[in-house]
């Protein structure tokens, strides 16, 4: 199946650009409970455009075409004990996600203040913009400073800017040991207690609080681990057993605390009205919110107190928090909240790369709402 | 310390500078109307202390770390706010007259070079680190704090910033910002654009434009990465936020001499290979090492046809093992002689060497031309070799000193700017060192950027499709092509004079060039 569909995608993008009709770019569909749904008149399937391009292992760079399955990907880096150190989520166990998928909507995975985000491993996107042109940005080198940084634009950009071909990411060895020790905290404790330790040198590469336990994964070499868990035994964090799933669980958004959020997605008539899913994004040491939750379940904190997720029903509450501690939230399934003035940047790129307005991103629609919202409150 | 004139004299180099749009901003001299309402204006905005306009005054601004560039700029301003950033951007924009921002002007590539029609917008005064936040781990800064500043006022917490140029004392985060500024340590700890978490700029309108915080994920595309590296085109950054990580506990250095070249980059392979991210890997070849050792006196072992500094840090108890790994990695791959340094005065003593490579090499020669082409690591055999092949056909030595960890090449081309045609030819030969890198599927700058100096490897590297697309992104953010115009992405009418510029699937350039 894995093929190069790259002239078939200029030939569907010059044919909507002549009709003046808007493609959907289209890879697993895996995170389509994301975002509102955009509108448009066809999709433009990257699916069948997949394969490992080059891997090489000491060069710590993948480079493969953009409808290839993250769990190709992943199977491939594991056979050579190397990883994709920002763990995008799979939230499918089949057609969990393709590569370009995970790079136009960007997220990362439970070690993102430790081990970087997807942006952050982005080297080069090979990119066929709204003119059909076939463009290359960035490469396969670490560094790289010749032109704009076109390829990392990429990463949130939810196919607003064109459609990815080709990408390479930079890939990390697999860390030889790992473990994860847990103990019972109040969130407020958690916090504190991740503060404190993230400013000593030690192997975190991970933290989950939730209903009143705060998990932390440590990996780096045998030594450096097995010394992290002496030191974090005086804070009464003892080992926990089968952390790999715990993790795992956590990456995919399988792990209990997201399944009602999940299940809605799927069939939201059979569950009935249910509260929404918030991701706020805080500073790391922010308080906890003081809007009431229905249980202590109906929170989860993972980055060291950089990303929080609240089950909530009442919107005004829950911005006024994020705002308060200078963060950002958006409710999943809802339009994504971006800010006037980047809306409006947003939107001129979007005419620099589609000119004609070929992609149709659910994107669009936040930039258009947050230009309306814009207009009304001048 | 500071890698600063590349090359020294200014014969030939000019040419490479112009790199004007076809529209340029608007015809004028410094005595035109639009120009004396400017300066009005700008008298208005700012104490008179901050304008400076004589000649004697501008002297220092005409030139960045490319020396060899040289442009008196028509006036040059050094606002103290963020308000007064935009304020002065509002004016430029009303009158079309350029704006040229600066840092601390220790870039190599000429991205600070002034236009003699615009204004230099200096940064310096905005020097204040307005908080370091030890339980967020980030600091907020003003674009002028330089950057070993930001580390140095974060210690007392434990924390340090980690991207460090090699002109950290002196260089300025905004620049840095400017220049997606890299350092020794990239492949552990990533680079500029890794380590900021947000900015806010004043843009080509003088609108605020506020990207992440201290947040660890931003919603749409990623603005913050474009801004990082754009060379002050897209805007004026007026404040930086950055992470801070906790300072390893102990580090190591190491070094190793090998007989052959090959066996030094085999042995970068094998680390890396090896599951191992060391925080800094280097390679100097006889030739560096003899020049850095002549001046260092750093205990380089000078029969060495290449060495490799390696730093490897981290928790103690991780580190011991760590050190062992990798000493019988080197010894596995035919390094003949390893030294390691576990206190800092030694560790300090075996940097010193490479850290002053560049004035080293510039004993050696009256000129030398520095390059900055990355490359993928297993490339490393192969485009040595070229260099040499390269470097034998032109008839000038070159010292290479590079990043093995991160393939980034900084090769010095030897020659002598009093000898005739020599500077002409140095430039031909980097020209073609930048088009080996390319080849070999790398880039022609690493960490230097652009600038003015890199205009025309910029033509071998990108068709006119791709550069035509930076021209319609830069012209979404900056309709009038104020920021820093002539800089970073060469005009297609450039490259096409230079006749080296992709045709792609046989479209000739676009027609619509007057939007240049």
């Known amino acids: 199946m894995a093929g190069d569909c790259s002239k078939l995608f200029i030939e569907q993008i010059e044919a909507a650009s002549a009709a003046q009709q808007r493609l959907l770019i289209n890879g697993h569909n895996s995170k389509r409970h994301w975002l509102p749904a955009a509108t448009a008149n066809s999709s433009l399937y990257t699916a069948e455009h997949n394969g490992i391009l080059q891997y090489d292992p000491a060069e710590l760079v993948v480079t493969a075409r953009a409808g290839t399955s993250l769990a190709e990907i992943d199977a491939a880096l594991s056979e050579q004990q190397q990883m994709l150190a920002c763990e995008p989520p799979q939230f499918f166990a089949q057609a969990g996600g393709t590569l370009g998928g995970a790079v136009a909507c960007g997220f990362s995975g439970p070690g993102r203040p430790w081990l970087g985000a997807l942006r952050d491993a982005i080297l080069g996107v090979e990119l066929i913009n709204g003119l059909g042109e076939y463009l290359k940005f960035g490469g396969q080198v670490m560094k790289n400073v010749a032109g704009y940084d076109v390829s990392r634009l990429q990463a949130g950009a939810w196919g607003a800017l064109g459609v990815m071909s080709v990408i390479s990411l930079r890939v990390q060895p697999c860390f030889a040991a790992q473990l994860t020790v847990s103990g019972e905290l109040t969130a407020d404790a958690a916090l504190a207690l991740c503060a404190q330790l993230g400013q000593r040198n030690l192997p975190i590469s991970g933290s989950c609080w939730h209903a009143g336990e705060l998990a932390l994964r440590l990996q780096g070499n045998e030594s450096g681990v097995a010394a992290a868990r002496t030191a974090l035994a005086e804070f009464g964090l003892m080992p926990m057993p089968a952390d790999d799933e715990y993790w795992h669980r956590l990456q995919h958004h399988q792990h209990e605390f997201f399944l009602p959020s999940m299940q809605a997605s799927t069939d939201t008539k059979k569950h009935g009205p249910q509260h929404k899913l918030w991701r706020v994004v805080t500073p790391l040491a922010a308080p906890m919110p003081e809007f009431g939750l229905r249980s202590a379940a109906d929170a989860l904190v993972m980055w060291g107190g950089g990303l929080r997720w609240f089950y909530h029903d009442d919107h005004t509450a829950v911005l006024a928090y994020a705002k308060a501690v200078g963060g950002w939230c958006w409710a999943v399934g809802d339009v994504m909240p971006i800010d006037p003035m980047q809306a409006q940047i947003m939107q001129q790129l979007a005419n620099a790369f589609d000119p004609k307005g070929v992609f149709a991103t659910p994107l669009s629609l936040a930039a258009r709402t947050a230009a309306t919202l814009a207009t009304q409150s001048h | ?516």
């Open chain 2, 1 to 516: 310390m500071l890698s600063a004139a590349c090359l020294r004299h200014n014969e030939g180099m000019q040419s490479i500078a112009n790199n004007q749009p076809n529209h340029d901003p608007q015809q004028l001299t410094e005595h035109s109307a639009p120009h004396r309402a400017v300066l009005a204006r700008l008298q208005q905005l700012l104490p008179e202390d901050n304008i400076i306009t004589d000649a004697a005054g501008l002297r220092p601004y005409e030139t960045d770390g490319l020396t060899a560039i040289r442009e008196m700029p028509w006036v040059v301003v050094l606002p103290e706010t963020e308000a007064q950033v935009a304020q002065v951007m509002r004016c430029c924009a009303e009158h079309q007259v350029p704006v040229i921002p600066r840092g601390a002007g220790t870039g190599l590539s000429g991205g600070a070079r002034p236009h003699r029609q615009g204004v230099v917008l200096g940064l310096s005064k905005m020097a204040e680190i307005l908080h370091i936040d030890p339980h967020n781990r980030v600091a907020k800064v003003q674009p002028g704090v330089r950057n070993l500043a930001i580390t140095q006022a974060a210690q007392v917490h434990g924390l340090y910033y980690a991207p460090d140029p090699s002109s950290q004392i002196a260089c300025s985060i905004g620049g840095n910002v400017a220049e997606n500024a890299g350092g020794v340590h990239c492949l552990k700890y990533g680079l500029t654009v890794n380590n900021v978490l947000g900015v806010r700029l004043v843009n080509a309108a003088g609108e605020i434009v506020e990207l992440g915080g201290a947040l660890y994920d931003n919603p749409g595309p990623d603005l913050l990465a474009l801004v990082c590296g754009s060379e002050g085109m897209l805007g004026v950054v007026t404040e930086v936020t950055v992470a801070l990580l906790p300072e390893p506990e102990t580090k190591a250095v190491l070094l190793a001499g090998f007989a052959e070249v090959v066996d030094a980059g085999n042995a970068v392979a094998a680390i890396i290979g090896a599951g191992i991210i060391p925080a800094g890997m280097e390679m100097m070849d006889k030739m560096a090492v003899q020049a850095a050792e002549a001046f260092a006196k750093a205990g380089y072992p000078l029969d060495a046809e290449a060495i490799l500094i390696i730093e490897l840090d981290g928790a103690a108890a991780e580190l011991a093992t760590l050190t062992d790994e990798v000493s019988t990695l080197l010894r596995q791959h035919g390094a003949y002689r390893i030294d390691e340094a576990h206190d800092a005065s030694t560790q300090a003593r075996l940097w010193k060497g490479r850290k002053s490579a560049f004035p080293a090499v510039g004993r050696l020669s009256p000129d030398y031309l520095c390059m900055d082409g990355t490359i993928p690591r297993k490339a490393l055999p192969s485009v040595l070799a070229e260099i040499d092949t390269i470097s034998q056909r032109f008839g000038l030595a070159v010292a290479n000193v590079f990043h093995a960890a991160d393939g980034n090449l900084h090769p010095l081309i030897l020659f002598d700017a009093n000898v005739p045609g020599q500077t002409d030819k140095a430039m031909a030969m980097g020209a073609k060192v930048l088009e080996a890198c390319v080849a070999a599927g790398g880039t022609v700058t690493g960490e230097h950027g652009v600038g003015v100096e890199k205009l025309d490897t910029m033509c071998v590297q990108f068709t006119s499709a791709e550069l035509e697309q930076f021209v319609r992104l830069k012209a979404a953010m900056d309709p009038q092509d104020l920021l820093n115009p002539g800089k970073g992405i060469p005009t297609l009418t450039r490259c096409g004079e230079l006749g080296g510029m992709h045709v792609h699937h046989g479209r000739l350039p676009f027609p619509e060039l007057e939007r240049f």
